[in-house]
C-alpha cells in the first residue's frame, strides 16, 4: 500500500509503498478516505508539537475519515506518531472508532473535525458557556476561529465578537453569528482601545492567538470592565501569534480573571472521547465554515510545501482515486 512518510523532522513528505499494516488484538482495519493537513499535523510532523516524539520515520496526519471492512463509515480520532492518517489503510483500535452520521460527506468531516472540536471542546468543557454570555474570538478568521464564532453563537452565546487580521475575513464573519469585529492593526493603543469598546464585558474569550494580541486584548478588556468583579474566563486555545505573553501580576488582582488551557492533555481522553461523539452528532445541523481542496494523497510532497489561504484547508484522498475538490463542502446531508 502506500502512504506519506517523513523521513527528516521539518521536512515534506514523500508517497512511498509500505508495508501493510497488522492489526493488533483490539484492532480493525480501516480504509483511510479523507485526512486533513492543518497546523497540528504540521507541527507533529516537525517534532515541534507539546505532545509530540521524535520517531522517524512518520506517517503524518492526526484524524481522519475512513471505512471499515463491514462497509461503516467512521472517524478515526487523534492517532499517535509516528502512525498516522495519511496512509491507504490503518490498524486503529476497534473501540476508538466513531460512526459518521449518515449523508456526511468523508472529505468534508475530515476538514471540520479540528477546527470544529477545539471550538466545541473549548466552549463545552473549559470555559462551559451559558446561554445568553458574550463571546470575543481571538483569531476569528482561520478555520478554527471561523468554526469557534458559528459553535460560539449555536451553543447561545447572545453576543459574539469576532477579532483578526484579515479584514476580508472579518466583514464576513457576520453571517457565522459575529455582532462586532476587531481589527488587529494600528498601533497598540488603538488594538487595546478597540477591544475595550467591543468586548469590555465579554464572559469568555477563546484564544487562538496569544502573544501580543493577547495582552493588548486583555489590557482593552480591563481598562473598560464595567465590573471589574464579573467572572472573565480565558481559554488558551493556540498560539499563532506567538509562544509567550507578558501578563503583569496587577492584571490577575484587580479583576476576576480566570486563565485556562484547551488541547490534547487538557481534558481525560474519556470526557475528550465523548465531546468528539457528540460534535459528530451535531455536524449536520451546521453550515460549513471552511473552503476544502481535496486531493489524491500522491501529490502531498507538493502540497504541504504549497499551502492554501487561511479559511481553506487541503485534504488528502488516500484511497480511491483522489478527486480535486473546489469551493466549500457541505457538512450535511445535502453535501453527500
Avoid at 471561523?146 to 472579518?170: F, H, I, S, T
Avoid at 468586548?199 to 484564544?207: E, F, G, N, P, Y
Avoid at 492533555?265 to 455536524?283: E, K, Q, T, Y
Wanted: include cysteine; hydrophobic fraction near 45%.
Amino acid at each position: 500500500m502506500y502512504a506519506a512518510v517523513v523521513h527528516a523532522l521539518g521536512q515534506p513528505p514523500r508517497y512511498e509503498s509500505v508495508p501493510e499494516p497488522v492489526p493488533e488484538p483490539g484492532e480493525v482495519l480501516v480504509e483511510m478516505l479523507a485526512a486533513a493537513l492543518y497546523p497540528l499535523v504540521r507541527s507533529f510532523a516537525s517534532g515541534g508539537h507539546y505532545t509530540g516524539g521524535d520517531a522517524l520515520p512518520l506517517t503524518p496526519g492526526f484524524d481522519g475519515v475512513g471505512r471499515t471492512a463491514d462497509g461503516a463509515l467512521v472517524y478515526v480520532p487523534a492517532t499517535e506518531p509516528p502512525r498516522g492518517t495519511m496512509a491507504e489503510r490503518l490498524a486503529v483500535p476497534a473501540a476508538a472508532l466513531m460512526p459518521v452520521p449518515d449523508g456526511l460527506d468523508p472529505v468534508a468531516v475530515a476538514a471540520a473535525m479540528n477546527p470544529a472540536s477545539s471550538a466545541w471542546i473549548a466552549l463545552r468543557e473549559r470555559a462551559r458557556l451559558r446561554p445568553g454570555e458574550s463571546v470575543l474570538v481571538l483569531g476569528a478568521t482561520g478555520n478554527a476561529g471561523r468554526a469557534a464564532v458559528r459553535l460560539a453563537r449555536d451553543q447561545g452565546a447572545a453576543e459574539v465578537v469576532a477579532a483578526g487580521r484579515d479584514p476580508r475575513a472579518l466583514q464576513a464573519l457576520g453571517g457565522l453569528g459575529a455582532d462586532r469585529t476587531v481589527a488587529l492593526d494600528g498601533s497598540d493603543e488603538e488594538i487595546a482601545a478597540a477591544f475595550g469598546s467591543a468586548a469590555a464585558d465579554a464572559d469568555v474569550v477563546l484564544d487562538y492567538l496569544w502573544d501580543r494580541p493577547a495582552e493588548l486584548a486583555l489590557d482593552g478588556i480591563l481598562r473598560r470592565r464595567t465590573d471589574l468583579a464579573r467572572p472573565l474566563r480565558w481559554v488558551q486555545i493556540g498560539s499563532a501569534a506567538g509562544p509567550d505573553m507578558t501578563l503583569p501580576s496587577a492584571w490577575l488582582r484587580k479583576a476576576d480573571v480566570s486563565i485556562c488551557g484547551s488541547g490534547l492533555g487538557s481534558i481525560p481522553a474519556s470526557r475528550r472521547a465523548a465531546a468528539l461523539r457528540d460534535l459528530l452528532a451535531h455536524l449536520p445541523s451546521l453550515e460549513p465554515t471552511t473552503e476544502v481542496t481535496a486531493l489524491p494523497l500522491s501529490e502531498v510532497e507538493e502540497a504541504w510545501q504549497s499551502p492554501l489561504p487561511s479559511g481553506s484547508r487541503i485534504v488528502f484522498v488516500p484511497s480511491g482515486g483522489g478527486a480535486r475538490a473546489a469551493g466549500a463542502s457541505q457538512v450535511s446531508a445535502a453535501g453527500a
